[in-house]
């Protein structure tokens, strides 16, 4: 229905909307607010209906009492008049709500219009010191007793299935909202900043310390060996030409081959029982070297530091970086790709304990507890710190309603009880009026 209200300074509601200085009205009135202000209307009809019926039997009986008749008129005149009394009296506090009365300015009336940012920091203050409580939020959650409740629901493995794609919906979702530089830069930024602060060296000693200890590296020692055997064997003639390459200009060149070649024969001799024998001079030479640089790399300052400058010279080079970086794609790509799978072992795996943990909850109190616990902690902490912000809400959300759209609105939703006191009022009040009459004429007769 297209209609057009007036506002307290003659404007309509288009002109209010059309101005660029009235701000819409954010309460604004909806089909069914209408409907009810319709009902609203017949009330008020059916109460000044009574009013006036009461009004016209006032008139009646008076009028019956001064042309002689003795008795009943002066009991239903008493009565009329009382209800009159009521009905007015009831009329006046049910508009003073809304409206000044007959457009008086009488003080106390128009309620709502004039006193919402009040009502609206009042009810603020309400909620605050009543709902938001620690004491309150506690004690309701635990009332509540979540975590058996969230425990058997949790149990069910159609509900711990639906929280399964929940969350898997969800990361895909996270995973394809992050842009992968940012991610790239923040991880490369943390093993970089991670690496940096740790000193390597020590633990570098220690685990080669263990790995000797072990005879570990024995089996590095003959892979070498193995290698550097059959790579001698391949390239024989490029050893005799580097061998003889670094004779004297003034040897004989038969001389140089002798020489090579037997420098090349006692190499390969050396390979092979190097290979071949567990307790080679070479082997043990190695295993002292490597002893003693375990305890340098945990002992000595320089050794360290050297370490640590070549770890610091390795993490700033561009292609470990890349390297770094670049992980997060093929993370990335392994984590969508198991969300998406419903046999992946990822999601199997958190079926299964979304499962064992809600039949835990439902059967563990100490478990229970410790839920509700944070919870409550949880609630608590945000109750306590954004009181102030909550309860603001609600003030500066009705302070910014429009007054006079603001009391229409309530009207429409309370109105017809309202006009039921009114019409309570006027029946009270004439059984009230022939009451005291009653009582008057008997102690006065």
Known sequence: MDRKTTGPDGTSDQELSGSAAAPLPPFAYSAADEEKRQGVRRMKAMATGLLLLVALIYVLATWAEKSGIDGWPAY????????????????????????????????????????????????????????????????????????????????????????????????????TVLRDSDVQAVVGEAITRRADAAEIAPGIGKALENVVADGAHDRAVDLICTRAYAWLVLHGDSVMEAIEGGAPGWTPRFVDRKVGDRVYKELLRFISEMRDESDHPARGAIDRFLTDFASDLQSDAETRARVERLKSEILGRGEVQDVIASAWASVRAMIISAAEDEQSELRLRVRASLISLGARLASEERLQGKLEGWLEGAAVYVVTTYRAEITSLISDTVAGWDAEHTSKKIEAHIGRDLQFIRINGTVVGALAGLLIYTVSHAVGG
């Open 76 to 175: 239903v005149a008493a009565a009329a008049e009382a209800g009159m009394v009521g009905a007015l009296a009831d009329w006046f506090a049910v508009t003073a709500l809304f409206k000044r009365p007959m457009g008086l300015p009488i003080p106390h009336t128009a309620i709502i219009p004039t006193k919402k940012d009040q009502l609206g920091t009042t009810l603020g203050s309400f909620v605050g010191e009543n709902f938001l409580s620690e004491h309150v939020v506690r004690t309701r959650l635990r009332a509540i007793g979540i975590g058996s409740r969230v425990g058997a629901w949790l149990a069910e493995p159609a509900h711990a299935d639906r929280v399964t794609e929940e969350l898997s919906t969800a990361l895909r979702g996270a995973l």
